[in-house]
Structures are given as structure tokens and as C-alpha cells.
DNA sequence: GATGAATGAGTCTTCATTCAT
DNA sequence: AATGAATGAAGACTCATTCAT
């Protein structure tokens, strides 16, 4: 077989990152076996280590291709004018989250929760983890500041870091109870938020 | 051969929970060999089965024993009187998981990851954090009515689930983004929350 | 089972390396599988590898094993009194090699020749073998010192060392020529000596 | 496509046989897989396989083609006229091998050795080596013919056989020695050699 | 009660060789 | 003629668990 097309590399890599994902998703991440994700791509197991050096090399693929998807499926959120309101982008990207993992059978919270665990092994994993977790929370961070900005206050002691760690406990904490509990839909943690803030400033009204 | 005292197999026990503890700390769940927690017990194979079934017995016991003595902490946060404020609350709570973590080399945080990752195979140890995580939360959603019971105004429609499923988001994701990115601080979502309240209330001074 | 007997232990290790060593020799020490090793052995995977840590450690074993075992019969050589001639040595010790090789179908120059081979790639079968002959020439070249002490006439200018190389030479070079060729005896080499000094030397007479 | 001419054809054997040998050299005969070569060499896996039939035909024809080309290295000691004396010869030899070994990077020693222990596995190797030997080891005896014919005393007695045994011992122990051990060089055999003489033959003087 | 040697199925990974293009 | 992607049968080694002593 002569050099095979660029596109059609993308794609058999495509085919095992997918099969490898499926796996993951119903076995866990060292539950399942190359063997596994071997038959589940329908390739040799040559090919798929000609693909990808190792198990490990293909955990790090697969957790990367999915923060990368929903990373540009949130996007949009942050770049919509005017700026959503806190309640507004906290249900947007939960929701984003929630509609993300219904599809296809992927779950992109299992894969999250799988992928935190791995990256306490995982040197790599966790620098990318870490990365990814940076970069989204400095878009919060700047979301933040255009929030204080446009306040009628003066608003100077607000710290858009605090904000922004705030706002990515309550996406990440909604991910970890949805994948452990089940019973937390999107529009939940917007309308606690809320309530918070009418128990917090009760005499404001 | 007579029996042991039931004093000294509860101190077996806790000796080979404590070096599965370490263990699992170290070098994940999986990574982490029978053997590895055998020779950190001081005893034998035999003698470690003999108190634990199999290793995910071992990984429950570890779990469920982690999460209880967090639970006890905790606890007291709950019956304080006069009840805690929202912020002093959530303050309390993530410092008492950072203590608890800071502690003897043991991180809450780092067992809780791999705890999560581990519950998507195991169905007894999901089952565990689900209710232990639902009771939690109920005591979050009882604290959540008191607030509400002793706002001045008429909060009705608040709803005590949905300030109790943020307010666990807060912490769980606290837990989450610590472990990973490792810079955030208890009282950083204390002042984030705050901030919140002030950015989305601006009218309410 | 509870510890077991230090001779028991001895004779398991045993067991294992005569069975390694029996397929080295069928098979070439890379074409032996560990496989091989494990049911030529009676015994399993397991209880190989608790014996031995790899298959280059077994290798090693059955090499150092096999080297001291001639070591031990040729020791005495050294220490005949009157120290032997050097025809004589040379066959005895050539002897004692052919016969160690005849024994219960183990060969002692196929083994050889493998390990010399396995040396290029193995540093620590080198550094064995490498102290193994130094150690052996070095008896040599004391034994050309007593010679030389002994002749009658000045011969000052004789290298013990240079004629422990020599001697060296002679046996390592019948094992590569008795395993590939098959066809010389250990006489022929104290024989061709002799010969050798009478062509050298044919006014000497 | 157009046939390749003789040339190109003798040019690209050499060029694999090349990289082969480099690889062999540094890794070992089975450390070094059909890939190392294939990338030394600069061709395509199915190009390497058009002009040798399996990694063990690459193996008899690298040992082969450094056997021939050490044979034409030595042919010109045999015919030299007037015959050399043993000493001379042998050291000669040794040079030659020494000096064949220093080259490029190409070592006969470790090549030898590698080729020994394949030997064992390998029946066509087995004989191709046995065949070379033999040719040699006639050539040595031919020699000894003649150093015999040309003795002033009689020395029927001598036996060409058993001296051209000795000389090959030697210098297939120079080989191993040097190989293994690294500190002999060419000379040292032959002052062992006479120092051999003169203390067999104390009285000659 | 306790021991720790033994088990053996299962894991990841390699690599000589082929053959569709 | 040449390419190099694909094959898939091994290979070395591990490790949760058992059970004879």
C-alpha cells in the first residue's frame, strides 16, 4: 500500500479515537484493554499502534479531542454581544455540558471524571488538563471584568479571579454531581445562584 | 489458635486502611498493587484478605472511611448556632477539605478524584458516594430553609434544592480545580460568591 | 503455604535453570520463549519470575552457573603439585571442557557461545564474563610464572602474561572450533603445541 | 518500469547490506529488527525484501560477505614467498583481524561472535561458517606442510592437522578475547607463542 | 489464625512479512 | 519495480487471589 491520502490518516485516526472513547466511557480507562479498543476500531493492532504510541498516548488523544470539542462549542458563549449575564452564561455552558455528553452515546462528564482520576498518574494528562482549565477560566476572568465594567457601581474590589474561580467550581462541581447523582439539570445551579443572591442581599429590595 | 480481640482487629484493620490510603495517594487506584499495600501493611497476603474481600473492597473501605471522617468534620458547620451565613458557610467547608487534605500527607482531594473516576466502574462504590453526597446535600438544602425561614422578606420561591446543588457544585468543583490546578484558595469562592451577589444586585445598595 | 525451606528454595532455583539452560541449548537464548523456560520447568509464569527477574536475569544465572561450574573443576589443575606442564595443562583443562560438555546433553560450549554473542548486548553479562576469564587468566599466568621459576636457564624475558593470553587463546578458540566444527579433540591442541615448538625450534635438538 | 541495470542492482544489495551490518553491530543480531535496517538503509521495506528473502538471509549474507572479505584480506599471508615463520604468520593474522575490525566503525570481532551463537539456531549459517573455517583451517594446514618440508630434522611425526588446529584455537581465541575482554593485541600471541617454545624447550639453547 | 509461595489468565506491545496500489 | 500501511501471532511480564502447611 502506497502512502495513504492525508485525509484518509485523519479519518482511520478519527475511527480509533472513537472506538477508544466508547470504550473508555463503558469500561473505564484501564478497565479497558488495547484489545478492546483493537476490535472496537475493526483495525489491526499494528495499525492502531502505528497511530498511537501507546494506551496512555491514546488516553491523553481522547481527553484532549474532547476538551477540544467542547471547547469550541463554548466559544461562542463568551464572544456573544452583549455579554451574557452571570446567570445567563452559567446556564449556557452547563447546558452546552449537559447537551455535549447526550449525544451519541458519549458522555462527555464520564470522560471528564475518568480523565481527573488518570491525571493524578498522568504527568502529561494533568498539564494538559491544567492548561485547558487555565485558558477557560482567564475567558471567565475577562467576562468578569467586562461584568464589573459596565456596572452603574463602583464595583473596584471585585477580583475577576475570585469571579472566575467561582464561576468554574460551579461548572465543574455541576459536572461531577450530574455524572455521580444524575439529578442536576442546568437551569438548577442559575436559579441557586439567584436564590443565593436573594438570601445574601435580603434587604436589597 | 484463640481469637483476637476485637479491639486489636479494628486496629488491623485501620493499619491496612492506612496503608491502602497511602498507597492509593501515591500511585492511583489502579497503579497501586496488592502487593504494594501488603508490604506498606506490615502483614501478609493472607491476613489482608482475611479483612478485606478483594481490592475494591479495599478501594470502598478506603473511600467510604475518607469520606466519613470529612463528614464528621463537617458536621458541627451544620449545627452551629446561630446558623452560618452563605459565605462563612461555603468558607468553612472547603477550609476544613483543604485542612483535612493537608494533613499526614493525605489529600481528601487527590483520593476524591480518584474516587469519582473509579465510581463509573463500580457500582457499589457509586452507590456509596451518591448517598453520601445525597445526604450532604440534604443537610445543605435543611440549612438552606433556615436561611430562607429568617429572611426578612418573603422568599418563597426559593427553592432550598437548588441552593443546595450549588453550593455542593461550589465545593465539589473547589475540590476538583485545587487538586488540578492547585491555586485555588477556600476563601477565594467565599469572596467570588460575594463578588457575584454584588455584580449581579448592583441596584440592590 | 509458609516460608519455604532454604534447600527447598535452592533446589526450585535449580530446577528452573537446569530447565532454561536445557532449552538455551535447543533453542538459542533468544528463540527459547519464557514460555519454554516455564513448562520445560513444570512450574508457572508466576513462580519463574519469583525466582528469577527477567529473562536476561536468567540468562545471566545460567551463564554465571555454567562458568562456575567448570570453574570448580578446573581448579585443581592449578593447584597439582608438581605443577603440570604445559601440554598437560592445556589438555586437561580442554578435557575437563569437552567432558563438562558431554554430560546429561548439556553443552557447555553452546552455551558459551551464545553468552559471548548475548554479551554484545548485555552489560552485565560482559562485566561477568569479562571478570570470569581475567579472574581465570590470571591463574594461568601464575602458573607460567612457576614455569618460568622453575626453568633452568635465564628466562627472564618471558611475559607471564603474554603466554596466559596465549594459553587463553588456545582454549576459548577450540570451544569456537569444537562447537562449529566439531572435529577437534583436545589432544589435537597439546599435540599441534608440541608440534609448533618443534618447527619454532628445529636447531634445538 | 524498466529494469535496473547490474550495477545499480550489486550497488543497492551493498547499501543494505551496509545498513544491516551497522545495525547488527550496534544492537545485536536479534535487537535489531528488519525496520532498523530498512530505515539505515534508505530503501522501502518492500524494496529490502526484493534482494534479500528474510531478516536470517540478511543475516548469512552480512556474516558471509565479512568472512570474504576478511579471506581476501589474508589470502596474500598464505602465498607470500618466502612461507612466513609461525610466529610472523600468526601475528600477521591477528593484525589483519585487528586492523579489518578498526575500520568504519565495522567490527569483525563483535560480528564474529554475533554470528557464533546464530550458528546454533541456524543450520545454513551453521555450515557456511563451518565451510570457511574448514577452507581456512586447510590453508594453515598447507603451510604447516610446508614448514615441515622445509625443517632440516626430520619431523614426520609433526601432524599438519593438529598444528593448523592450534593456529586456528589461536586465533579464534585472539577474537574472543579481544572481543570480551579488549586488552590483547596481535603481538601478544605471538611472544606467548615463543615463550611457549622456550620454556617447553628449556635445554634448546 | 496466619503465612507467603504459587497460580495462570490477561496485559501491553513488537515486528517479520505481505500485498494492494 | 517500488511503496509503506497493515497484519496478527507471539512475546515478556504482572498481579489479584488462593490454599497447603
Known sequence: MPKISDEKRAARRAQILNAAWTCFQKEGLHATTM????????????????????????ILAAVTTSLSGLSALVAPLFSASPTLSQGELLRRITETVARFSARDGYDLRRIALLGWGETQRDETLRATMNGFYRAFRAQLAQTAGEWRRRAPNNLDTISDDDVAKTLLSLILGFVVQSAIMGDVEPASLSRGLDDLVRLRAPDSV
Chains 1, 2, 3, 4 share one sequence.
Do not use: E, T
Open 35 to 58: 484489545d478492546d479498543i483493537i476490535r472496537a476500531s475493526g483495525l489491526s493492532a499494528g495499525a492502531v499502534y502505528s497511530y498511537f504510541p501507546s494506551k496512555s498516548g491514546l
